[in-house]
């Protein structure tokens, strides 16, 4: 019978990161500024082993490569779903994601990568940036020219349990203050357009403006941040999103629960609490797949969990 496939993260440190992995989740992080869990990765900047169970010691990497069937059969040269937590200490620089188009002919046949974000936790008075003022592709260069990011980029408050969807083209900023959980396109590519004129090691970090330009939506759409919620006594379950590459669900479990499993697979993070799946326990921090042919299962505890699937596109072949 199949079981579920626990995945050991994989930690980033950089100069925004903090300590939050730690003491939020337990993790064993390699210093205070692990900016970046990759709890569910696939990609070979990256890629998570398997702890425990019939694949122990594998990659998803290579399980991908040598088990498609756990995938049910979806297609693909990688792993295509990587979930991250970010705690962000200091400001991510302002950037952009190209979209598969243009990563596909400019970045060696990479993914480009569409993003959303579940704000896990933030300070008072903590801010994001989505998209900019720009009404034309001559005014945004102009204001990037000029340094007039205040004027340029928009920003929204943010809370606990926040949802954002970032479309490739769209100028993005997470600022300190910020944990937060990342689904995404797997893909490592990304353009800065400005990093507040900080210097790592002595020197400023690469701008990528020709890129930036090329492919910044101009102007920007509005947020839309539509959502559904099932309330019931044994939880709240919330659809975030459902897009080409992903569908993502937040639960809030109080008790017991029957969950179907999506046509190919799903992948399960629990960000607090704990509880079992079919009699299994899984607790904060635990991030696992729940592989193709597991059938229906209950879920049980007092938990709070990312529920992700594959997106349309793998769907209708
Ligand atoms: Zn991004």
């Not at 970010?86 to 991510?92: G, N, P, S, V």
């Not at 188009?101 to 974000?117: D, I, M, P, R």
């Not at 210097?199 to 102007?219: E, M, N, Y």
């Not at 017991?256 to 046509?263: D, G, I, L, S, Y």
Request: glycine letters at 12%; aromatic letters at 8%; hydrophobic letters at 30%.
């Amino acid at each position: 019978m199949a079981e579920l496939i626990f995945l050991e993260p994989v930690f980033k440190e950089v100069i925004w990161g903090g300590d939050a992995l730690h003491t939020r989740f337990g993790y064993a992080i390699p210093s205070d500024h692990t900016g970046e869990c990759w709890a569910v990765s696939g990609h070979k900047n990256g890629d998570c082993r398997i702890r425990g169970g019939a694949w122990d010691g594998y990659t998803l990497g290579q399980l991908w490569k040598e088990h498609r069937e756990l995938f049910g059969g979806q297609e693909g040269d990688q792993f295509p779903i990587l979930i991250k937590l970010i705690d962000a200490r200091q400001d991510l620089s302002i950037q952009v994601h190209p979209d598969d188009v243009y990563a596909k002919e400019h970045e060696n046949g990479s993914l480009g990568k569409t993003e959303c974000w579940y704000i896990l936790d933030c300070e008072p008075g903590t801010e994001i940036v989505i998209g900019h003022n720009a009404s034309t592709r001559e005014e945004l260069k102009q204001m990037i020219d000029e340094g007039r990011w205040k004027e340029l980029l928009r920003t929204y408050p943010i809370r606990r349990g926040d949802f954002f969807q970032i479309e490739p083209g769209t100028i993005h900023a997470i600022k300190g203050g910020t944990l937060l959980i990342e689904t995404q396109q797997s893909s490592d590519v990304t353009y800065r357009v400005y990093d507040y004129g900080r210097l790592q090691d002595g020197k400023p970090r690469q701008l990528h403006l020709r890129q930036s330009l090329d492919v910044i939506t101009c102007p920007s759409p509005e947020q839309n941040l539509g959502r559904t919620v099932e309330e019931t006594k044994e939880g709240c379950l919330e659809k975030l999103v459902e897009c080409a590459y992903y569908g993502a669900e937040h639960l809030k479990l109080h008790g017991q629960m029957q969950r179907n499993t999506p046509a190919l697979y799903e992948i399960a993070g629990v960000l607090d609490g704990k509880g079992t799946v079919n009699g299994t326990a899984v607790k904060k921090g635990d991030f696992f797949l729940i592989p193709h042919g597991y059938g229906d299962y209950e879920l049980q505890g007092q938990m709070e969990l990312m529920l992700v699937c594959p997106g349309r596109s793998a769907e209708d072949r």
